[in-house]
């Protein structure tokens, strides 16, 4: 197994160690994600990206383009990932249209979870992915 917190204008390696966790784990053919958020920084200093959801939307696939690349592997190889946010509605509203042109023909598993809350009181999203070489 790989664990990695690729150096990718995301969180500093001090969030990592704060709340235990690895950005990117690698075990066989097998990727996966951890949520992904649309925050930055460290610690001390963490920042939201985005005041609206689509805003948010598109940082958070930008990082996780950006960990795909880390791990050496196109948004092709997404098999699943699914979608937590606090307002489904809203969610609904963007999520067709940005994702479709993000992603093209290719079309991974999808579950879309509504939440009552996620880590920062203002943030909307936040996406896990499993990825297959």
């Not at 880390?70 to 098999?79: F, G, P, S, V």
């Amino acid at each position: 197994m790989r664990l990695s917190n690729p150096d990718i204008d995301y969180f500093k390696q001090d969030v990592f160690d704060a709340f235990a966790f690895s950005q990117v784990a690698q075990i066989g053919n097998l990727t996966f994600l951890s949520g992904v958020a649309p925050l930055k920084g460290s610690l001390a200093d963490l920042q939201l990206v985005g005041s609206n959801a689509a805003e948010q939307l598109q940082f958070v696939l930008d990082t996780i383009e950006k960990c795909l690349e880390h791990a050496q592997l196109q948004k092709e190889n997404i098999a699943a990932w699914t979608f937590y946010t606090t307002n489904i509605a809203e969610f609904s509203e963007i999520a067709s249209p940005v994702l479709s042109a993000w992603l093209g023909e290719h079309k991974p598993t999808s579950t879309t979870v509504e939440v009552s809350a996620l880590i920062h009181p203002e943030q909307k999203i936040e996406i896990a992915v499993i990825a297959a070489k």
